[in-house]
Structures are given as C-alpha cells and as structure tokens.
C-alpha cells in the first residue's frame, strides 16, 4: 500500500489531553469544526465515504460465513473475482449516491485500490481471497472526534480497513485532536468459531434464541462496525454473527471513559444477525425505523419510551425474499437502509416506493437512488458508506 505524501503535514509536538475525557466539554475546543467529527446517524452530513466495487470477489465459505446462492442453496456459491459486468452495475450506482450527496453540498471521498482476489494467510488462518470495499460501514466508525477500526468477524474480511487507510492518515495528520484507534484483530482461528452453528435446525434456533450464541464463541473480541448505531451519547451495539459480548464489552471499556455509554440490544427473532442497519435504524433525535419482523428484546425499548422516543415500523419491503438478486447474503430488509443527510433529509433506494411514502409522511425531504445492484454485495445506502463529518455536537437524548 502506497502511503506516500500523506506523512506530509506539520508533526507538531501533541497537546497532551488526546481524544478523552476533557475534549468534547472542552468550550475552547470547537471540535465540531474537526475533520473528523460524527456523534450520531443524522445530523448535517458534511463529509462522507462512498464504498466501491472495484476489484471486489465473491466472499469464501469459512467458517464465520456459508453463502448460498438465493433459491438454488444446493449449487456451489462462487469462489474468485466477480463479473466485470456486477462491479460496473455497482460502481455506477455508487456513483450515482455519490453525485447525490455531492449536489447536497457533502463532499465525498472513496477508498483507494486493494486486489480482493489475493489470498490471506496468518498464523492462525488461511483463506482464498478477500471481499470489497462497497461496505466501508462495516469496518470503519467515526466516534465522535475518533476513527475506530473494527476488530471484524470473518477471514476475508480482516485486511478490509487497509483501502481506508491513506484517508485514516490524511484525517489523523489533519489535527492533533483527531483519534484513530483499531481494536485488537482476534485470532479468527478455527477455535474462534461455532461451526456447528450453521447446521442448527429452526427448532435449536428457536430454542436458543435468547441466549444469543452465534457463530462465534465469546473468548476473544469480535465486532464489526456496522453493528453500531450512534446516538450521541448512548451507542448502542448489536449482539450478533459478527458481534460478540467481549466486542460489546471492548467498547464498553474504549468508549465510556470518553463519557459515552455503550448498550447491548438484541432482536431475538432475528437467527441470523448480523449488522443492525436494517433492523433498527434512528433517522432523527425521537425517531427510530423499526423492523416488524424483529422487534427488540423486551425491556430494552425502555429508554426510547422513557425518553418519548417513536420507534415505528417500516412497510414491508417492494421484493421478497426470494426476490433480491441470487448472490446477495442479505435480507430483503436492505430496503430499511436509509441515508440520513439530515434530520430532514433522508436517501431511499429508488424502487422502495412505501418506505418512500412513510418517510414523506414523516416530514422528511425524500431523496433516491437506484441502488438494486449494489445489493449483491450485502449492503444498501447505509452500509455503503462512512460518514466522517456530520455538523453538530454530542448531544445527551436519553437523560
Ligand atoms: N444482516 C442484514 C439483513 O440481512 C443486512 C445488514 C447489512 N448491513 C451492512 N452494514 N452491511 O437484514
């Protein structure tokens, strides 16, 4: 990887209160005008990063992922480098979300170049080749004032925050007061995971549904970004395939001396979580889009109610299940992956013409995109991006 000419700026001597506690109440620290500076999912969106499909394969069978082809699950998945013709689909309607957010006055950013196909060996673990950078969501996470990178849960995923990187450098290079930190890389050893867990029938599933076990065992810390979801100074994080209680725990310990406070949420009828943007999605300060098939756990909707928050149900998605396109992993709830601009402006995929019709009788300016072939690739206007800099300030919602 080229790094070349982002060590360029000044390398001043570091003030000496780095990233914690003081800084944010900090009245000298207009920290809001920082590079980096992103408390929740909605405010202004200044400055964002738009995935790409560039070189992007097929994601391996290993043992945290067994994908299956949509409708056919008995025909081998493919293995290797996708059709040029599925990387073109999807960078021309990247593109196109980023001309969007370019015409809102955001300036937009994309990952630099990675070869997907190249395989990965560690110590611990072997694996065919990588995935993509479509989904900077899931690997890449501004706390605040902070770059965090995710530990992540699978093999082929392990190296996905290097097309991150020249832009991590140029950002922490732009100010003292911007934070980067990667969470520790689990071993994503054999032991690591729960195999057997792919092969549970719907009666275990259900039975276990409230213990929250997933294909990962709970000794070593495990999250992917994209099981975050910020609300100034609550984050909440999804216990899920890709995010385990001591990756709930790592940012229990990371976040809350910098004074936020971090909660665990599940969705016990979802048995296969992972990633909690198309399952419970806040779109402004006392609204959350909630999915009617995988209602919180009870108990935890507790502070939202106290706090006279509305958490309301989006309509069923335009395809079904068996509908979206036969290589993606994810569900038909990608349509509830919207793109906050703002508390009044949100981004809708093109063709999700209810969801359209709700958000409108919300209040909200109603922007789209045609995004059905960014699906393949597990994700929708959310996952596809990484905001960096939303204009505003931590703001306590939930007292
Ligand atoms: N597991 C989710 C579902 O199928 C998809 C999550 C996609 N989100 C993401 N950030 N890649 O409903």
Not at 1 to 24: I, K, N
Not at 294 to 312: I, K, S, T
Not at 338 to 357: A, M, Y
Request: proline fraction near 9%; glycine fraction near 6%; hydrophobic fraction near 35%.
């Amino acid at each position: 990887m080229d790094l070349a000419g982002v060590h360029g700026t000044s390398l001043e001597p570091l003030p000496l209160q780095m990233g914690d506690r003081a800084m944010p109440h900090d009245p000298a620290t207009p920290q809001d005008s920082l590079a980096v500076n992103s408390w929740n999912e909605w405010d202004p969106l200044e400055e964002m990063i738009v995935g790409s499909a560039d070189n992007a394969s097929f994601e391996p069978t290993e043992p945290g992922s067994r994908p299956a082809i949509r409708n056919r699950p008995e025909t081998p998945f493919p293995t290797g480098p996708k059709s040029q013709e599925a990387v073109d689909l999807a960078n021309e309607e990247l593109a196109g979300l980023a001309d969007l957010l370019r015409s809102q006055g955001v300036t937009v950013r994309r990952p630099g170049p990675h070869d997907f196909s190249a395989p990965v060996r560690t110590p611990d673990f072997e694996v065919e080749n990588q995935y993509c950078a479509v989904c900077p969501r899931d690997v890449m996470i501004t706390m605040g004032n902070e770059i965090i990178e995710a530990t992540m849960s699978r093999r082929a995923r392990y190296f996905e925050y290097q097309p991150y990187r020249k832009l991590v450098y140029e950002y922490w290079n732009s100010d003292p007061r911007v934070g980067w930190t990667t969470a520790p890389k689990p071993s994503m050893a054999d032991g690591m995971y729960r195999e057997e867990f792919w092969d549970w029938p719907l009666e275990k599933r259900h039975e276990r549904m409230h213990s929250f076990e997933f294909c990962v065992h709970q000794d070593e810390v495990v999250f992917d970004a994209a099981d975050i979801s910020r609300l100034g100074r609550d984050i909440l994080v999804q216990e899920s395939m890709t995010t385990n209680r001591a990756g709930v725990h790592w940012l229990k310990r990371h976040l809350e001396p910098r004074g936020f406070r971090v909660h665990a949420v599940h969705f016990p009828l979802d048995f296969f979580p992972s990633h909690i943007d198309c399952t419970f999605v806040p779109v402004r300060p006392g609204l959350i889009l909630t999915n009617p098939d995988r209602p919180l756990r009870e108990g935890e909707e507790a502070m939202f109610l106290r706090n006279d928050w509305e958490l309301v149900d989006v309509p069923e998605p335009v395809l079904g299940n068996h509908e979206m396109p036969q290589y993606c992993q994810s569900s038909k709830w990608l349509s509830m992956n919207v793109l906050s601009i703002s508390p009044t402006k949100v981004v809708v995929e093109e063709q999700e013409k209810p969801l359209q019709d709700l958000m409108a009788k919300l209040d909200f300016e109603v922007f789209t995109v045609p995004f059905r072939n960014v699906f393949e690739y597990g994700g929708s206007l959310h996952c596809a991006t990484w905001d960096v800099r939303r204009r505003g300030t931590r703001e306590d919602y939930f007292p």
